[in-house]
């Protein structure tokens, strides 16, 4: 596809920014674990967190394609970097310019977009996963206000956010119309971090579980109406899954990039490898596959800016990219041998974080469920 001006500006700020202020230090914060407070800052600082946001609240109003663009060229140096990208633009800035009232935008969206307040989204619970008819995480009324008492889990940087997107029952009866959604900002007493998970991969991005006992909010923080909150949820994530999927691209394209570097300059059997048709074959492949990876993801988000129905291509968009991620992080560490199984080479680092793309914002069998239910009402029919 064609990109416009502005779009290829955005790419190239992203792409100068990860080779400069990220790829330099990624490897560290994955090995300690650390949460890169400086470089997400820095990332505020040049617009990246505010790409989204109108220029009235200090951001670029930047369309979804250049915010996916972005996201790659990020995930490229570092998945922890690109997934607070992603989430400071897709489910922190677009779910309140959709459900938001004017004061709530007014009041946040600035601190989104200048890196001064970081924002979670808590929705999945231990015993709920994907299935939020089961969520048991309570909202009582008294009076003008509410007390939220539940446990959340995998709550991506929940320990660094001061803000919480905080969904919870305010109706029993009503199951998934029975959900709500709170602005709980993370100082509020009763909401507790109980612990920092240790992971497989995307390390410097803390997940954690969430306890909220008896957490008192006002009537003002819910945004939308009571019972709004499934609804919300899947606005968001459904933007949200665009930016997953140009994380797996980019991860793709980072490990492709070293793999294919690695084969025209290293000989085994008096030739380089790229020169061995079993070598080649595997890096066109590879090659196929992001290439198309990327369409699919530029595609969904080119159908939102458009006001076109979206939700089913960003899950196909997503679980594509995300299983893609996988074999291409495979086949890259396979192309270096030993080298590539070595913690110190960043083809392993790449393996390890490749793989929760197939988990998170929902798994694939979720995503293929989705996709399914639009395929039973013929929807797709003419949209593929």
């Keep these: 596809m064609q990109l416009t001006e502005t779009q290829r500006a955005v790419q190239q700020l992203a792409r100068e920014f990860a080779k400069k202020e990220i790829a330099?230090?990624?490897?560290?914060?994955?090995?300690?674990?650390?949460?890169?407070?400086?470089?997400?800052?820095?990332?505020?600082?040049?617009?990246?967190?505010?790409?989204?946001?109108?220029?009235?609240?200090?951001?670029s109003a930047a369309d979804s394609v250049a915010l996916a663009l972005a996201v790659e060229e990020i995930a490229c140096a570092d998945a922890s970097c690109a997934l607070v990208l992603s989430m400071a633009n897709s489910l922190s800035i677009l779910t309140l310019l959709r459900y938001g009232t004017p004061a709530q935008q007014a009041q946040y969206i600035p601190q989104f977009a200048s890196?001064?307040?970081?924002?979670?989204?808590?929705?999945?619970?231990?015993?709920?996963?994907?299935?939020?008819?089961?969520m048991r995480t309570r909202a009582i009324r008294k009076g003008e206000r509410y007390a939220i008492s539940g446990t959340k889990q995998f709550i991506t940087i929940g320990s660094v956010s001061r803000l919480a997107f905080v969904f919870a029952v305010t109706d029993p009866s009503a199951g998934t119309n029975g959900i709500s959604c709170f602005l709980v900002p993370t100082e509020t007493p009763g909401y507790c971090v109980m612990r920092k998970e240790e992971k497989l991969g995307v390390r410097a991005s803390d997940t954690c579980q969430i306890a909220l006992d008896e957490v008192e909010v006002s009537a003002e923080q819910m945004i939308g109406a009571a019972g709004d909150g499934y609804r919300i949820a899947l606005h968001g994530l459904g933007a949200s899954r665009i930016g997953v999927a140009a994380q797996a691209v980019g991860v793709a394209q980072a490990a492709f990039a070293l793999a294919s570097a690695y084969a025209r300059e290293r000989e085994a059997f008096d030739h380089k490898l790229v020169e061995h048709q079993a070598i080649a074959f595997k890096?066109?492949?590879?090659?196929?596959?992001?290439?198309?990876?990327?369409?699919?993801?530029?595609?969904?988000a080119q159908r939102k800016d458009a006001g076109l129905r979206y939700a089913a291509h960003s899950a196909m968009a997503k679980t594509f990219a995300a299983e893609m991620s996988e074999r291409v992080c495979s086949d890259a560490l396979?192309?270096?041998?030993?080298?590539?199984?070595?913690?110190?080479?960043?083809?392993?680092?790449?393996?390890?974080?490749?793989?929760?793309?197939?988990?998170?914002?929902?798994?694939?069998?979720?995503?293929?469920?989705?996709?399914?239910?639009?395929?039973?009402?013929?929807?797709?029919?003419?949209?593929?």
């Design 24 to 59: 330099p230090h990624a490897a560290q914060w994955d090995r300690e674990a650390r949460f890169p407070k400086e470089a997400v800052q820095r990332m505020a600082d040049v617009g990246l967190l505010g790409l989204s946001a109108p220029e009235k609240f200090g951001g």
């Design 115 to 134: 890196g001064a307040t970081l924002a979670c989204f808590a929705m999945s619970e231990p015993h709920a996963g994907s299935n939020a008819a089961k």
């Design 283 to 300: 890096l066109a492949d590879m090659a196929i596959a992001i290439k198309a990876a990327r369409l699919l993801t530029l595609d969904a």
């Design 334 to 384: 396979q192309i270096f041998g030993g080298y590539g199984y070595m913690k110190d080479h960043p083809i392993e680092r790449l393996y390890r974080d490749a793989r929760v793309f197939q988990i998170y914002e929902g798994t694939s069998e979720i995503q293929r469920l989705l996709i399914g239910r639009e395929i039973a009402q013929g929807r797709l029919d003419e949209d593929v």
